[in-house]
């Protein structure tokens, strides 16, 4: 056991299963000589060489696209996308081509390969290096979508996403990557891609999150505890496939639901999550089910002050969910 911030994690993660796979190799902006932009393969192109770790040019939709075809040949690549927001310029490779080719081929062909993203906003990153893009590609069969936020999570889910048969988007939340800290086990074990995970058991309000929000969330239910209100707190954890059973289950529980994310509110991964729980656990609800998500902007905004409007925090959070437990 040893404790790590969620960089190391994925650090750690990336060179174990290098070692242990010689299909495994990462091509990428930056992620040879300079070790990545968050330094996550520093020292990788010294011990690997530069045919498993390929410094790429600025055009995302190559680096997809070399991705999807060095998986076809049989080998693992994960394709960096130095910030989510660059994916978009590979957005016909990931969704047209990457996500339908087992489709295509009646199962002939699979593409394991996992395109890693640093996602979300907290670090002022403004326009182009803040975006949440998550629902835009867990809208799609096809594509595995998972954004796990603690260093645990980060180790087990990655070595799955790497050793899985099919395109997995693997979000990595900027905000968390030196801020987070917990331990993590020895070992090559994996956690499955598709379950969610019970952070925090409660009996009033039942809150869903994920990435830099889940640890908003649980700081929120610390608050509320010395209120007298009791709050779980479900990681998501997986938007595809996502944990259906989970999710109801601990609405049943409580009766009382609030789900939290920082991507705008309209048409975020939260509805989905809000109209599973309707369809499925209307009788045991005890009130609406409340959605808690970033403001109708185009972007986050670069300025400090306006960055911290835009995101929702604890203490905003905690409001949120005294107005829940209070209906």
């Not at 060179?15 to 010689?22: A, Q």
């Not at 993590?184 to 994996?190: A, I, M, N």
């Not at 109801?248 to 509805?271: H, P, Q, S, W």
């Not at 999550?273 to 972007?299: K, N, Q, T, W």
């Amino acid at each position: 056991m040893a404790e790590k911030s969620v960089v190391q994690a994925v650090h750690d993660t990336l060179l174990e299963e290098f070692r242990r796979d010689e299909r495994v190799m990462i091509l990428g902006e930056d992620v040879g000589k300079r070790g990545g932009v968050f330094r996550v393969t520093d020292g990788f192109i010294e011990e690997f060489g530069k045919y498993r770790v390929l410094d790429a040019p600025l055009a995302e939709s190559s680096i997809v696209g070399v991705a999807i075809g060095l998986a076809l040949a049989g080998m693992r690549p994960i394709a960096e996308m130095q910030f989510a927001d660059f994916s978009m310029a590979a957005f016909d490779q990931i969704v047209q081509e990457a996500a339908r080719i087992r489709y295509r081929s009646n199962g002939a062909w699979g593409v394991p390969m996992v395109i890693r993203m640093p996602w979300g906003a907290g670090v002022r990153g403004a326009l182009y290096h803040s975006q949440s893009l998550e629902a835009f590609y867990a809208h799609v069969p096809g594509l595995k979508v998972v954004a796990p936020s603690t260093p645990k999570d980060v180790t087990g889910m990655l070595r799955s996403a790497i050793r899985d048969e099919d395109p997995v988007v693997f979000l990595e939340h900027k905000a968390t990557y030196r801020a987070v800290r917990g331990e993590v086990p020895d070992g090559g074990w994996t956690i499955p891609l598709g379950p969610a995970d019970v952070k925090r058991e409660g009996s009033d309000i039942t809150v869903y999150a994920y990435g830099l929000m889940l640890h908003h969330c649980l700081k929120a239910a610390e608050t509320l505890a010395g209120e007298g209100v009791s709050a779980t707190v479900v990681d998501v954890r997986s938007l595809r496939p996502l944990d259906a059973a989970t999710i109801v289950r601990e609405a049943r529980k409580t009766g009382k639901c609030l789900i939290v994310y920082e991507d705008n509110r309209m048409f975020g991964a939260g509805a989905e999550i809000a109209a599973l729980i309707a369809e499925e656990a209307f009788d045991d609800l005890d009130a609406p089910v409340m959605r808690y998500g970033g403001p109708e902007s185009p972007a986050t905004p670069f300025n400090k002050s306006q960055e911290d409007a835009f995101l929702p925090d604890p203490e905003r959070i905690a409001q949120k969910m005294r107005e829940l437990a209070a209906h």
